[in-house]
């Protein structure tokens, strides 16, 4: 019984030797060399940046498999980096921008999609010829551009932020639709750095004082502060940490009239501040209205200051010496029918 199972055995090997042996796969054309990657960006927060999916393949002339098709998967950090619609219409979700590197615009067929969960941002997109030959032989060809924002706020941006934008898969197609290896593929780095911000110096100068200190200074846009700062005893001031853009900046100080430099200053993003110089701030404005004092010196505040003559009530201490007398009265009166804010000037 043995033998006979042993002679089995031996004619199956046999014929299974004399048979020619057949791929799983169609015999197909050769392997060409494909790299998909991903270019580098860099630009300040509060701008934009640029990354392209750029796609090569190298064929054998005598043996060539060309492309028809690719698609590419990314991942990237959504903490840090946020995807520009590239054509802003809401309705089709966030798009990133089909590049004519590798077939005309008007012969492709787009598949894409841009997510965003859990902290991770995911892109895929997939470009194929609907009509016209195949591509045999092209280096770093652009299917698309990725437009990216920084999700943070940039005035809390200290340091550089760096997001890996992953190819973490990648296909290729001929036009028979059959798969087409991808032998690299090459991840970028998108970074951005904090906005270059400006600042704003100068001085300020109480009337009838000899320490400045306790002004407030401001930086407003459009109705809103951005930035304020006090005086110190000289009456300098620095504004710092402001973004590139126009500013209105006021001085005011409880007893004087408001200074305003109201031409607008230009502020650039760079180490040297813009020098706004001195103003000097008039004094007598004591009077209380609704909610404080009005920004004008009249009747009301000779009055008020004159009723609390070397009295306890210090709220007409124009001069801040802790005393209500004929210092704080003469400001009042040379300054009579005056209004703020005045000109942001040592001669207002």
Not at 125 to 133: I, L, P, Q, Y
Not at 291 to 318: E, K, L, Q
């Amino acid at each position: 019984m043995r033998v006979v199972k042993e002679l089995v055995l031996a004619l199956v090997v046999a014929t299974l030797m004399a048979v020619p042996v057949v791929s799983a796969f169609a015999a197909g054309p050769g392997d060409p060399d494909t790299t998909v990657r991903v270019t580098d960006a860099s630009f300040s927060c509060g701008e934009t940046g640029t990354s392209q999916i750029l796609v090569s393949i190298a064929n054998d002339p005598t043996d060539p498999r060309p492309l028809h098709g690719v698609e590419v998967h990314l991942y990237y950090d959504a903490t840090k980096l946020r995807v520009v619609d590239a054509d802003g219409d809401p309705s089709n979700g966030v798009q990133i921008a089909p590049e004519d590197g590798l077939f005309p615009l008007d012969e492709q067929v787009v598949v894409q999609e841009v997510d965003v969960a859990t902290g991770t941002g995911t892109i895929i997109f997939a470009v194929s010829r609907k009509e016209g030959a195949s591509v045999q032989d092209v280096t770093d060809a652009a299917i698309a551009t990725i437009t990216w924002e920084a999700v943070a706020d940039c005035a809390e941006v200290t340091e550089e932020m760096c997001s890996e934008v992953s190819v973490v898969d990648a296909l290729m197609s001929d036009a028979e639709g059959y798969a087409i290896t991808v032998d690299t593929t090459q991840s970028g780095t998108v970074c951005y750095e904090g906005e270059e911000l400006g600042c704003i110096t100068g001085s300020v100068q109480l009337q009838g004082r000899y320490d400045h200190s306790g002004a407030t200074v401001v930086a407003e846009k459009d109705g809103l502060i951005v930035a304020l700062t006090a005086t110190d005893s000289a009456g300098y001031f620095t504004l710092e940490n402001l973004p590139p853009d126009t500013y209105e900046v006021y001085a005011e100080m409880y007893g004087y009239l408001d200074a305003l430099k109201g031409s607008g200053v230009l502020v650039e993003g760079g180490e040297e501040c813009i020098e706004l110089g001195a103003t000097k701030l008039l004094g007598g404005d004591v009077a209380p209205q609704d909610p404080g004092p009005d920004n004008a010196i009249d009747i009301s505040d000779i009055t008020y200051i004159a009723f609390r003559f070397r009295g306890a009530d210090m709220t007409a201490d124009v001069n801040g010496d802790g005393v209500v007398n004929i210092l704080d009265l003469t400001m009042a009166a040379a300054n009579f029918g005056r209004v703020g804010p005045t000109p942001w000037s040592m001669t207002p």
